[in-house]
């Protein structure tokens, strides 16, 4: 039987014990270091709130409904479950566009979300002035926190879990990259298969001894309880004042008022106040008071009633504002669920039933990437950056959520050997995955700081300018953020071979193009594997997950003679990409540039420095990325400015990508969606055995049942992700990302069908189909081709 040790007994920990002893097999021990529910779920608001801004956010957030009616009759506890219904207001009028976004998602998902004027909010006693609009949510609801978790704990009990409060864990006990089981603090050793870290926000500094990264910070967080309001509608129905941070909520005739709160103060767990159980800290009213000024603008009958309660507790936020949950990288069997952003009551349903499955079955039983724990860039753990963050990752939970929009707190975690001359060619710098890379380049002062937009994007002229230049002659691409790592060993072939859907038993210095599965046949990677050697690969994948495909790579190269080493930050790549990247690379460099096949690489001089080129292009030109040794690169990326070569932006590489059809990991591609409905049936070398064969041999006989298409949309709506797909009446898939072209103009979305067996790409692109976006729906053609160099002449040139 598997022992599981779970550390942590607030809503989620008691959750993930419930759900866990539900699937058997298991043996379970839950460990508290004070009483259950001490630490920061005895102070939850309770709010149970169902839809959220993406797809499987809202899977999760959903279950709640679910759960909790049937926890209190399995338990014959009360939970103090009941469906209030809420409005998410809006001040702004952008915020109508958010708003219209997230209902039709939720009405994709079975919810009854429904987007009114603010003659629609049916609550006595508000004052309206300035709101423009509102989403009501027939599915909101309240929860007592406390009465949750004890109902949690009876039947986790009676499921056969042991649960030990006053039971303190010391530190994790692990053994090279694999977690063993606890030390607790009497020196009492528990052994275990696998141990789940729900300590909230107590889990970072067991996480730190073990080497583990979890970017997480506690905060004193927030609310008000008021004396009891006479003629208040029961139920009162939950309140979002977006635009201002707060919510509202009734309690017992009562309302319970809380914000999150920008410049969120630090509060350390493990200091003198760390261990004191159902820990209140002081009033602040300096910092709660714009909050308050909020809640009686809106409900000006507050300033009858006085304030019984001011709750000042910890609560931990992550830099993202997104939960850390799953596996961890760094250690095998140790599992997270930590980081909930104040809406852990409501998300423990959800994260104890997925968390419970990955931690049996081996992997998510959905894809969980937005809120995976391998995400999380070491660095981003460093308390002084955690700190900084803190100054807006708080507000962003209510704050609007632009298009495109990046962070200002926290800035400059990662930067590659070429920053500052990015910088000094006019760079306007955003995040991807942690680096700073250059969006844009100015080239005057009026570009350099550009409103956000829920429409056409200001930027957009810009990234036109910049692909324009590949027509006819050269631009520069910032690549260093790619996650590169070293195969090597006797056994370094047949590992790459059993991991991969491509043959990679290629000559040395070819370079090719393949995806990565599990068992299920879903996509873990996608990736460039060139081989080096006869026994030495180099494996290049997307800067956002270099985390997790390292230790994909490592965990299933486990008892093979096989080195695996991460040189990510040892070469800058620059793309060299357009029509002229052939003649301005044979100005600085004698090798021959002529006789260069696609989807090749080899060892060559530029500007006097040794490098690597490869020929490859996301973006659809004749180019190469080069792979320059960090002390050589400034002067190769300075001699190639000299010669004449532009700057290009993320964003106009995106608007690129988009118009070749190219795939996006993350967003187009994923662990629930196989190479044959993502269109990527030619990586896949059906002749040899590789991980995930026999579940895609199998979709190939039955025939996919989904197809991501590229879609044309005429209208130009701004395209994001997960807008509806409509055919006759009826939702039949999401978009998966889109853009607007930057050199044909035409703004393409990729999204994911449903197909009939058998059906072909052509009978696809004869359906017709509509997007829904921001509360219209766009015609949308399904094209067979992309639009831009349909037949790939100008890359293979």
């Known amino acids: 039987m598997r ?31 004070n009483q259950l529910t001490s630490g920061t779920s005895w102070h939850a608001a309770g709010i149970v709130g169902p839809l959220r801004a993406t797809p499987n956010a809202t899977r999760l957030a959903m279950y709640a409904g679910e759960l909790f009616p049937r926890l209190e009759a399995e338990s014959g506890m009360s ?67 406390v009465d949750l978790c004890m109902a949690y704990a009876r039947q986790a009990k009676a499921q056969g879990a042991t649960i030990r409060e006053n039971a303190r864990v010391a530190r994790l006990l692990t053994e090279g990259q694999r977690v063993r089981g606890v030390e607790m603090a009497d020196g009492e050793v528990i052994h275990a298969d696998q141990v789940a870290l729900c300590a909230g926000a107590w889990s970072k500094r067991l ?25 208040m509608p029961h139920p009162f129905p939950v309140l979002r004042d977006l635009d201002r941070g707060i919510y509202v909520k009734g309690d017992a ?31 602040d009213w300096d910092q709660f008071t714009p909050f308050m000024e909020a809640a009686l603008a809106l409900i000006p009958g507050l300033t009858q009633v006085g304030i019984q309660h001011f709750m000042n507790g910890p609560e931990s936020f992550t830099v993202d504002s997104k939960m850390l949950l799953g596996e961890t990288p760094e250690q095998d069997g140790l599992f997270v669920a930590a980081g909930m952003n104040s809406v852990g009551v409501m998300s423990s349903a959800g994260v104890g039933r997925v968390l419970a499955d990955w931690m049996v079955d081996g992997h998510a039983p959905i894809d969980l990437w937005e809120v995976d724990v391998a995400r999380a860039d070491p660095l981003a753990a460093a308390a002084a950056h955690v700190e900084a963050r803190m100054e807006e990752a708080v507000a962003d939970v209510f704050a609007l959520h632009w298009p495109f929009r990046q962070p200002t707190a926290g800035r400059g975690l990662r930067k590659s050997v070429l920053h500052d001359d990015w910088a000094k060619a006019g760079a306007v710098f955003g995040l991807t995955a942690g680096w700073e890379r250059g969006l844009w380049y100015a080239q005057d002062s009026s570009e350099r700081s550009l409103p956000y937009s829920v429409g056409a994007q200001p930027w957009y002229p810009i990234a036109v300018r910049e692909a324009a230049r590949m027509q006819d002659g050269t631009v520069l691409l910032d690549l260093s953020p790619f996650g590169k790592f070293d195969i090597s060993g006797p056994e370094a072939l047949a590992f790459l071979q059993h991991v991969a859907t491509a043959d990679l038993d290629v000559p040395v210095g070819r370079a090719v193009y393949t995806v990565m599965l599990n ?15 006869a026994d030495r690969f180099r494996f290049v994948s997307g800067a956002a997950t270099r985390w997790r495909d390292g230790a994909w790579l490592r965990r299933r190269a486990t008892g093979r003679d096989v080195k695996i080493t991460d040189v990510t930050e040892t070469e800058a790549v620059v793309g060299v990409m357009g029509a002229g990247s052939r003649t301005l690379l044979a100005r600085l460099s004698a090798d021959d540039w002529q006789d260069f096949p696609f989807s090749t690489a080899r060892q060559v001089t530029v500007a006097g420095q040794s490098c690597t080129a490869q020929r490859v292009s996301f973006v659809g030109e004749l180019g190469w990325e080069l792979y320059i040794p960090v002390a050589g690169a400034p002067e190769v990326f300075r001699a190639l400015l000299r010669a004449g070569a532009m700057p290009m932006g993320h964003y106009a590489l995106d608007a690129c990508r988009i118009e070749k059809g190219f795939r996006h990991m993350g967003h187009d591609l994923g662990q629930d969606i196989s190479p044959l409905e993502a269109g990527l049936g030619f990586t896949v070398d059906w002749s ?50 889109g853009a607007r072209g930057a050199r044909t103009g035409r703004t393409l979305a990729l999204g994911l069908v449903e197909i009939a067996p058998g059906e072909g790409a052509e009978a696809t692109a004869a359906r017709t189909f509509t997007i829904e976006i921001a509360g219209r729906h766009h015609a949308a053609a399904a094209l067979l081709r992309p639009p831009f160099d349909p037949a790939g002449e100008r890359m293979k040139a």
């Not at 990264?213 to 309001?229: D, K, S, W």
């Not at 103060?265 to 002081?282: S, V, Y």
């Not at 130009?716 to 898939?733: K, N, S, Y």
């Open 3 to 33: 022992k599981i040790v779970i550390i942590g007994g607030g809503a989620v920990g008691l959750s993930l014990a419930y759900h866990l002893t539900r699937l058997g097999n298991v043996a379970v021990t839950l460990l508290e270091r």
């Open 79 to 145: 939970t103090g479950y009941r469906r209030t219904g809420g409005y998410w207001l809006a001040r702004d009028p952008a915020r109508m566009d958010e708003l219209h976004r997230i209902a039709a998602l939720g009405r994709d998902f079975g919810l009854h979300p429904t987007i009114t004027g603010p003659e629609g909010v049916a609550v006595p006693g508000l004052d309206l002035t300035g709101i423009v609009g509102a989403m009501a949510v027939e599915e909101d609801a309240n929860v007592n926190p």
């Open 207 to 231: 996480a730190d001894q073990a080497g583990v990264t979890l970017p997480l910070q506690a905060v004193e967080h927030m609310y008000v309880v008021t004396e009891p309001m006479p003629g």
């Open 253 to 283: 005739g009562k309302l319970v008022i809380g914000g999150f709160e920008p410049r969120a103060k630090c509060w350390d767990a493990w200091g003198t106040e760390g261990d004191r159980p159902f820990l209140e800290m002081p009033e």
């Open 519 to 533: 068992d299920r046949g879903g996509i873990e990677a996608d990736v460039t594997i060139r081989r080096e050697s």
């Open 688 to 737: 040899k055995d590789f991980l995930g064969k026999a579940a895609l041999t199998a979709q190939r006989a039955a025939g996919p049942r989904r197809r991501l298409v590229l879609f044309d949309l005429p209208g130009h709506p701004l395209v994001l992700h997960d807008e509806p797909i409509w055919e006759a009446g009826r939702v039949v898939g999401l978009t998966t990302s």
